[in-house]
RNA sequence: CGGAAAGUAGCACAGCUUGGUAGUGCACUGUCUUCGGGAGGCAGGGGUCGUGGGUUCAAAUCCCAUCUUUCCGACCA
């Protein structure tokens, strides 16, 4: 049972440069290459793996809702763009634009979608008669383009993949108990994948997305203190029907406008998954969506039985439904640890001359590197299965304390550049309503509002202007 | 988009000031010895010096432009 630290000098450590650390991590976990365009990066197998994982369970839990996946073209007639004014307003300034078709310029522009909204609502309206037709509950995976100015892998790049979902409803609480629902399965797929603890709330009007009357989020909290916007659900109320002509007829014979929603998380939920698990030995993966769950490493594989030995063990947990693989590449034991240790394998099963001889073997986990030692006949699948489901709680216990713990409730102005210097995470305020204030606290201190509480009543006065609290808000430094 | 730094083999870098044969370590290939925390010997392979232009007898080196990356800002569901 005994602890073992190890250095790693490939890695920039984290305290000493989190910047640094990060992007380390990305490239030496073989998560991501650059191309040669801006921020327009390569998913490299491992980092892909990963966000199939995530996309797996995601599209599991749309379709179990009753949602089904179509495809919209990637290229958007720029007058269609324009129908709904703040959503344009909203995305012009970051779309990136094709004018040429072969060897013509266009007639019309055709613009790379930067979110699809404009797409699903021009095919709603021609596809939808009756209050019949409703719901219609769609989704599709795809990557958008944004012509970002600055750009890091995962967290902010000019081309990403994500999932947008679009329904429509034939009343507002229907769509309403939409935009919440797909906002809780955001939550929990956070809480039950990625063992990441989320904070949950709404938009203010000044944060909220292009077009929508509401928009909820999740929000978590990285290492260095920083926020990560994860997974926003947006409640549109009839906006884009109205610009769009999206109306059907109802029971009462009477022709309405649908009430719209759209949700979406992307590969950003990667850059999530770095920096709220890593350490400075590279990548921590939380089990469940740990492309390979458990590696084992041969010691001495050269010698009799072994291998063998190795190979019946991985039979035994992929038996077991363990996504395993045993590394019999000719590397010694050291490296293999290392680079099991940099992609964040969540457990370590190491075999060697001495273990066969004892009947027994060494299982290490990687978020505490905490070692084992256990008998290898065949209750070991099970106890690796358990110890698996163990390594998530530990990892999500962890990472919800650093999380409780880096939010600081405050009443006045200059606590709050106080706070965010000294330890960072949320700072929780109570908030009168003016932007003016919201715009105060980012220019003082570079904190934006993450979101709104939705439980809590305001019990206090603003920081910025001392009048009555509206709602609690939760500020923070951001991604 | 502004400020700063960087780009030479897969990776990390030296060489540039003072122009003159492309270097080192790790990685890679073959082989032997190894193997419980990034092992060692021997023998090899690999580079349009980011890109384009200019100066020069001669450019990795000097000048101009441009692209990409990193960091800090501004901008950003």
Redesign the pocket.
Known sequence: MAK?K??????TSRDE????W??DVC??AELMD????????IYRPYGYALWEMIQAYMDKRFKDEGHENVYMPMLIPSSLLQREKDHVE??A??CAVVTKGGLETLEEELVIR??SETLFCEHYAKVVRSYRDLPKLYNQWCS?V?W??????FL?G?E?L?Q?GHTVHATEEEAREETLKMRDIYNETAKELLAIPMLTGR?TER????G?EE?Y?IEALMHDGKAL?S??SHYFGTGFARAFGMQFLDKDNKMKYMHQTSW???T?LLGAIIMVHGDD??LVLPPRVAPTQVVIIP?????EGILDKAYEVETALKAAGIRVKVDAS?????????????RGIPV?V?????????GQ??V?KRND?E?I?TPLDDQLPEMVKTLLETIHDEMYAKALAHLESHITTVTKMEEIGAVLDEKGGYVKANWCGDEACEVAI??AY?A?SRCIDEHEEANGVCPVCGKKGKHIVYFAR?Y
């Open positions: 073992n190890i250095k790693n000098d490939a890695i440069d989190f910047a640094q990060y992007t490239r030496k650059y191309s040669s365009v801006k921020g327009f990066i909203g995305f300034p970051e930067p979110t958008v944004r970002e100015k600055t750009t890091r892998p902010r000019s990403f994500w947008e938009k944060e909220k997305f292009a929508a928009t989020t916007q997974g926003t979406g998380a992307s950003r030995n590279g010691i001495q594989q050269k010698k000719d590397k010694s034991p050291g490296w293999k640890f290392s680079e099991a240790e940099m370590r190491e075999i060697g001359p001495r273990d066969l001889a004892n073997c060494v290490a590197g070692k030692t980012k220019d570079q934006t951001a």
